[in-house]
Each structure stands twice: as C-alpha cells, then as structure tokens.
Antibody, heavy 121, light 105 residues
C-alpha cells in the first residue's frame, strides 16, 4: 500500500527555519513527482511546491518563492521542504502528496496525514 | 496565475439530494482539472481527474464534467458519508486549488 509520512513540524519563531520530510513507500519513488500542499487553520488548500521524479525540476508558489526549497533523495525515498524566514502566515498543516506522473503539472492520488507547523513568538 | 473559483462556498442538502458544485477557471485549462473530498482532520481524497474520470474505488454517484473554464462536480444521490468539503484543482499551469465548497446538512 502506498504510504507517505510527513515529519519535522513544530513550533518555530518568526524568522526561523524548519525542515519537513516526507518518507514514501510501496511505489517506484523516482518515477513520480511529489508536492507539498498546506492548509492554514480553518482555511482551504494551498499548493506550495513540487519536485519532479528526478529532482531536476522544481516549482514554487509565489507566496514561498525565495524562502522555501524543495529537494529529494531518491535513495532514501524522501522529499524535503526547507522553510526559511518563516512568517505567521506560514502556520498550517503541511501535506505531502504523490503526483501521477514524473514531471510537470500534476494531480495527486496519495496524500500523507500532514504535519503541523506553527510560527509564533 | 490561474485562479479557481468555486460556488457555492457552502451548500445545505439532505440525504438523497442531487448536489452540484461549480468550479470556474480564470483562463482555459482544457480538462486539466481534479476534484477532491476532505473531511475534518483528514487528508484530501482524490475523486475525479481530467475533469470527468472517476478515480478507482470512488462511488459512481460522483461525476465530473466540463472543459475550458467551467466545470461541475455532481453527486447524484447524497449519502451520509458525503458530507465534507470539496475542492477543485487545476494542473494546466502550475497547480491551484479552489477555495472549497462545504456540503452540510
């Protein structure tokens, strides 16, 4: 069964950094893009960032461009989201999700359970 | 950037009702559209992809239609398990979600 497991969330002060991880299992990891989607408390879904199966292509929402960096280690079947210069408005549950193709723009067929990031002093 | 607008934001319905949710794109996205269902505290679940294709395991009471800029998600006979929030998502250019439609009693 395909599984995605996020970790690394927590409480961080404004201006701080955090690295999220998404560990995958039960599919050929390098064949599929992976994305991060977040959901602020009581709000809707917001696409954040995506990375192609090879890791050669990355995509970012304008709201995080220049502050967040997505990467992957296919040998570890893990995708990372390095979040710097965090703001209160970055507070959300962060989900990773598996795309249906290796590159480009995707929809998402499997999702993790999410990890909560709280940015507050 | 492509903006996605759903209507209504909230929908009150009863078991057995036929329910339709609309999603409009700010520019043409062909049929590069997916629909998801989300229940409180849970991750979204894929229902429909490519505007009208039912994801494996999703009940046939769910259907999607549309192309270009206007799309609909229809639930033919609302079941108790269907009370949730529904999101559309375009994947024509980057990825964008609609703001969601909450289906409640």
């Amino acid at each position: 069964e395909v599984q995605l497991l996020e970790s690394g969330g927590g409480l961080v002060q404004p201006g701080g950094s955090l690295r999220l991880s998404c560990a995958a299992s039960a599919f050929t990891f390098s064949n599929y893009a992976v994305t991060w989607v977040r959901q602020a408390p009581g709000k809707g879904l917001e696409w954040v960032s995506a990375i192609s199966g090879s890791g050669g292509s990355t995509y970012y929402a304008d709201s995080v461009k220049g502050r967040f960096t997505i990467s992957r280690d296919n040998s570890k079947k893990t995708v990372y989201l390095q979040m710097n210069s965090l703001r209160a408005e970055d507070t959300a549950v962060y989900y990773c999700a598996k795309g249906v193709i290796s590159s480009g723009y995707n929809y998402f067929d499997y999702w993790g359970q999410g990890t909560l990031v709280t940015v507050s002093s | 950037d492509i903006q996605m607008t759903q209507s209504p934001s909230t929908l009150s319905a009863s078991v057995g009702d036929r329910v339709t949710i609309t999603c409009r794109a700010s520019q043409s996205i062909s049929t590069w559209l997916a629909w998801y269902q989300q229940k409180p505290g849970k991750a979204p679940k894929l229902l429909i992809y490519a505007a009208s294709n039912l994801e494996s395991g999703v009940p046939s009471r769910f259907s999607g239609s549309g192309s270009g800029t206007e799309f609909t998600l229809t639930i033919s006979s609302l079941q108790p398990d269907d009370f949730a929030t529904y999101y559309c998502q375009q994947y024509n250019s980057y990825m964008t979600f609609g703001q969601g439609t909450k289906v409640e009693i």
